[in-house]
């Protein structure tokens, strides 16, 4: 029950703060008053807090995941069953045209949670005035939403931008940066990228000064560890390699690597053993019908499968293959039994689960992706410590082996060697997370497919305009300070 007067709460207050039949900016002033008047109780503002929540769980699990791994070069389309966007991103020939469905919807649903944070943002402070025995929780909910709204900055700007690095003070056109309730005279642009990582970092570290460190922290809700993570991401993707190797090892002293024993279980029985799993933040997906869960089950209309070259990354005893093989279990169509399935079980639950696990958590945040931006960081920062970076990738590959780290040799004589390392160590343990395509971005590295590949192209060579998105055309349409992408136009 509580769960659905969440979504009853948050659908509620989505209708009367977004406008989504023009520009998905756009903000209907008329309905100023409801928003004020939701958020004057405090139950409300608890809900909405937790709605933005499921607001996140469908930008990750609708949008960014599937968008991160269907333009990079590790996975199938099944054209029988996909969809016309999904096939167009595969095979690099989307257009702006493309605005009602996948992947233009990125747009839309990463500018509500935006556009919802901001409400919690600015009526948070007068809830306390309200609430004074309650200011805990709610600085909580308010850190909260400077966290989603600096993800969400950051996630869109991956998709509709190019990288920090394209220019060398990131001066190259980025995403809208809105950071407060817009006015109906305010005019909606797109800023430099500078600007738009300003605002995250921003958040970031609003957010982290609101929160405590807590041993026995929630990894479904927002965490001052959550907030180290995702800036040791940021500062990654900034190249700024002191603060990424500062960030990703505060989060590495607290928390543990989730043992081989219970790596595949931490994906496929998200709520098992939780005392023992690496989890920084992921979002539930209890009683949510699981998109990238769809797009990978074999025993339905599979539209996503894994690159057949995949396999050949992987130690034949390492943990992670299992999660590349579906065993149909007994509660399934007898048609299936006795068969195995190649398929991305990373979000295939099993469905023997009693009800209350039966669902897809999407990670956002976990603690192996710390030890691969510790190691790129020290591999690339001023320290050039390629021992130290060997150190954090055999931690990983122990673990991956079940070994201890000095049974794992690793062979490197330069900086160069170090990365290719390290390169393969992210495709290895982050694949199909929602990484790949930005690392070959972010990294200035072309996208070359496998020879098995089966989308008609093959080699994107970088710099390529193709490599994000274009701005929808009904917002285009709508905005007349909407700038077009390069390539686009």
């Given at each position: 029950?509580?769960?659905?007067?969440?979504?009853?709460?948050?659908?509620?207050?989505?209708?009367?703060?977004?406008?989504?039949?023009?520009?998905?900016?756009?903000?209907?002033?008329?309905?100023?008053?409801?928003?004020?008047?939701?958020?004057?109780?405090?139950?409300?503002?608890?809900?909405?807090?937790?709605?933005?929540?499921?607001?996140?769980?469908?930008?990750?699990?609708?949008?960014?995941?599937?968008?991160?791994?269907?333009?990079?070069?590790?996975?199938?389309?099944?054209?029988?069953?996909?969809?016309?966007?999904?096939?167009?991103?595969?095979?690099?020939?989307?257009?702006?045209?493309?605005?009602?469905?996948?992947?233009?919807?990125?747009?839309?649903?990463?500018?509500?949670?935006?556009?919802?944070?901001?409400?919690?943002?600015?009526?948070?402070?007068?809830?306390k005035e309200d609430f004074p025995a309650r200011t805990e929780a709610i600085d909580s909910i308010v850190a909260t939403a400077h966290f989603a709204r600096a993800l969400a900055h950051f996630d869109?700007?991956?998709?509709?931008?190019?990288?920090?690095?394209?220019?060398?003070?990131?001066?190259?056109?980025?995403?809208p940066v809105v950071d407060k309730i817009p006015g109906f005279d305010d005019e909606i642009k797109r800023d430099p990228v500078s600007k738009v990582y300003s605002l995250i970092l921003s958040d970031l570290h609003?957010?982290?000064?609101m929160l405590s460190y807590k041993d026995d922290f929630d990894y479904y809700h927002v965490s001052r560890?959550?907030?180290?993570?995702?800036?040791?991401?940021?500062?990654?993707?900034?190249?700024?390699?002191?603060?990424?190797?500062?960030?990703a090892k505060k989060v590495m002293d607290r928390v543990p690597l989730t043992p081989?024993?219970?790596?595949?279980?931490?994906?496929?029985?998200?709520?098992?053993?939780?005392?023992?799993?690496e989890s920084i933040l992921r979002l539930n997906g209890a009683f949510i019908t699981s998109s990238m869960n769809a797009l990978c089950d074999p025993t339905k209309s599979i539209k996503m499968e894994p690159d057949p070259s995949i396999i050949n990354y992987y130690d034949i005893s390492d943990v992670r293959r299992e999660l590349f093989t579906y065993i149909p279990e007994s509660i399934e169509n007898e048609n299936y039994q006795g068969h195995e399935y190649s398929a991305i079980c990373k979000h295939l639950y099993y469905k023997s689960n009693s009800v209350d696990y039966y669902c897809t958590d999407p990670f956002v945040l976990r603690c192996s992706e710390m030890y691969l931006i510790h190691a790129e960081a020290l591999c690339n920062g001023p320290k050039q410590d390629l021992a130290g970076a060997a150190q954090d990738l055999k931690a990983l590959i122990a673990r991956s082996l079940d070994i201890t780290a000095d049974e794992v040799s690793l062979i490197y004589s330069s900086k160069?060697?170090?990365?290719?390392?390290?390169?393969?160590?992210?495709?290895?343990?982050?694949?199909?997370?929602?990484?790949?395509?930005?690392?070959?971005?972010?990294?200035?590295?072309?996208l070359v497919r496998s020879a098995e590949s089966n989308s008609t192209v093959k080699t994107v060579n970088y710099p390529d305009y193709r490599f994000i998105l274009p701005i929808g055309q009904l917002e285009m349409q709508a905005n007349p300070n909407m700038v077009q992408n390069e390539g686009y136009l």
């Amino acid at each position: 029950m509580k769960n659905h007067i969440i979504i009853l709460l948050l659908n509620a207050l989505l209708m009367t703060s977004v406008v989504c039949s023009c520009s998905f900016l756009d903000v209907e002033v008329v309905g100023k008053n409801t928003i004020e008047g939701f958020f004057k109780d405090y139950d409300s503002f608890r809900a909405a807090g937790e709605g933005l929540h499921r607001c996140m769980y469908d930008f990750y699990d609708d949008e960014y995941v599937r968008y991160a791994e269907i333009k990079g070069d590790l996975v199938n389309i099944n054209a029988v069953n996909a969809d016309e966007g999904i096939l167009a991103l595969f095979n690099y020939n989307i257009t702006p045209s493309y605005t009602s469905s996948f992947p233009q919807t990125l747009w839309k649903k990463g500018y509500i949670i935006i556009t919802n944070a901001n409400n919690i943002i600015t009526y948070g402070p007068k809830l306390k005035e309200d609430f004074p025995a309650r200011t805990e929780a709610i600085d909580s909910i308010v850190a909260t939403a400077h966290f989603a709204r600096a993800l969400a900055h950051f996630d869109l700007c991956n998709c509709y931008a190019q990288p920090y690095n394209y220019t060398p003070d990131a001066s190259h056109i980025g995403i809208p940066v809105v950071d407060k309730i817009p006015g109906f005279d305010d005019e909606i642009k797109r800023d430099p990228v500078s600007k738009v990582y300003s605002l995250i970092l921003s958040d970031l570290h609003t957010a982290e000064g609101m929160l405590s460190y807590k041993d026995d922290f929630d990894y479904y809700h927002v965490s001052r560890v959550a907030c180290d993570a995702l800036l040791a991401r940021v500062y990654l993707y900034m190249e700024d390699y002191v603060n990424a190797e500062t960030y990703a090892k505060k989060v590495m002293d607290r928390v543990p690597l989730t043992p081989a024993s219970s790596y595949v279980s931490m994906f496929r029985n998200p709520h098992s053993d939780r005392d023992i799993d690496e989890s920084i933040l992921r979002l539930n997906g209890a009683f949510i019908t699981s998109s990238m869960n769809a797009l990978c089950d074999p025993t339905k209309s599979i539209k996503m499968e894994p690159d057949p070259s995949i396999i050949n990354y992987y130690d034949i005893s390492d943990v992670r293959r299992e999660l590349f093989t579906y065993i149909p279990e007994s509660i399934e169509n007898e048609n299936y039994q006795g068969h195995e399935y190649s398929a991305i079980c990373k979000h295939l639950y099993y469905k023997s689960n009693s009800v209350d696990y039966y669902c897809t958590d999407p990670f956002v945040l976990r603690c192996s992706e710390m030890y691969l931006i510790h190691a790129e960081a020290l591999c690339n920062g001023p320290k050039q410590d390629l021992a130290g970076a060997a150190q954090d990738l055999k931690a990983l590959i122990a673990r991956s082996l079940d070994i201890t780290a000095d049974e794992v040799s690793l062979i490197y004589s330069s900086k160069e060697d170090m990365q290719n390392l390290i390169d393969r160590e992210r495709v290895k343990e982050l694949c199909y997370e929602g990484h790949r395509i930005f690392d070959i971005i972010r990294n200035k590295r072309n996208l070359v497919r496998s020879a098995e590949s089966n989308s008609t192209v093959k080699t994107v060579n970088y710099p390529d305009y193709r490599f994000i998105l274009p701005i929808g055309q009904l917002e285009m349409q709508a905005n007349p300070n909407m700038v077009q992408n390069e390539g686009y136009l």
